[in-house]
């Protein structure tokens, strides 16, 4: 049985998905399976993923999204811990040691992630802020086991959750028995990462590598202009999360961060020009009573200034 299970998706990106994988058969410590889930690509991913390494496990299935695929990879799986690579994008030599020697010091935690980078492909070098130089408040809600290793449980979790920290696959290492309580929900084709640490973070707490160990490749084919969609999507995750997993108590918690994100996307959109979607959602800020003082000491110092 490997220690870990590299699981990738991938649906007509063959050359991407060539250097996605090749990372993974270059890490510096040897006890995992890859897996690449191939979604019903019509381009040569087959002809090149069978010819890369007999370590590879390929197989292909009938298009059904990213989530089917990950969960494809799951149940032909046999590690302790789960992994994702995205097909366009990569990891250093070191991703897999450096969670292995986490995992071992910390008693194996259920759900790991990392910084990153981002990396777009028109650019020569990736951007060299990191995902956390973008959002740094993580360090501010997360609790320092020493090193390079934090926890963020409890309210701290969601705040982060909520507050829009982003948490890519590339990045996730998941125990087994985590995932024996949660998949990717393939209904969802859009933030069904979102969907998916929402609903484990109401059960286990996340661990978090403070280095980056991940290049989230940037380019045309993955550029959604489709905000629009991916907003109400994950408003829709938020509520489902208070509705179905989070306890009493933390439900006015969740009321309050839903209020936060309405009125930050309804500025949004109204900086964009679309007046009408920012003005409905700043409307929908005021439904919930637990973020009324705030939001209207915020439309009272915009009128002031």
């Not at 060539?18 to 510096?28: F, P």
């Not at 019509?42 to 390929?58: E, G």
């Not at 859009?190 to 609903?199: A, I, P, Q």
């Not at 964009?272 to 003082?293: A, T």
Request: with cysteine.
């Amino acid at each position: 049985m490997p220690f870990f299970s590299v699981v990738v998706p991938t649906y007509n990106r063959s050359e991407m998905a060539r250097d996605a994988v090749q990372s993974v058969l270059n890490q510096d410590f040897s006890d995992f399976e890859l897996i690449v889930v191939d979604d019903g690509s019509s381009d040569n991913t087959a002809d090149i993923m069978t010819s890369l390494s007999n370590k590879l496990h390929y197989h292909r299935q009938i298009n059904g999204g990213v989530a089917s695929a990950r969960n494809a990879g799951i149940s032909l799986s046999s590690g302790q811990y789960i992994c994702y690579l995205d097909s366009d994008d990569l990891w250093p030599k070191n991703k897999l040691s450096t969670y292995k020697l986490l995992i071992d010091s910390r008693q194996s935690p259920a759900f790991i992630f990392s910084d990153f980078h981002k990396h777009d492909i028109s650019l020569s070098q990736p951007y060299k802020v990191s995902n956390t130089d973008m959002f740094p408040y993580i360090l501010d809600l997360a609790n320092p086991l020493g090193g390079d290793h934090f926890e963020i449980s409890g309210d701290h979790l969601l705040e982060l959750l909520f507050r829009g920290y982003p948490l890519y696959p590339s990045t996730f290492a998941v125990r087994r028995d985590v995932h024996d309580h949660y998949r990717w929900d393939p209904g969802i084709l859009k933030s069904e990462d979102f969907n998916l640490v929402l609903k484990i973070s109401s059960r286990y707490s996340f661990t978090y590598l403070h280095q980056s160990l991940a290049t989230v490749r940037v380019h045309g084919s993955n550029k959604s202009a489709d905000f629009l969609t991916k907003n109400k999507i994950n408003l829709a995750s938020m509520k489902l999360y208070r509705d179905l997993y989070s306890p009493k108590t933390k439900r006015s918690l969740c009321n309050h961060y839903i209020s936060q994100k309405y009125f930050s996307d309804g500025r949004s959109y109204l900086s964009q020009g679309l007046k009408s979607e920012g003005i409905k959602s700043l409307l929908h800020s005021f439904k919930y009573p637990e973020n009324w003082k705030r939001l209207s000491q915020k439309l009272i110092s915009r009128v002031q200034g």
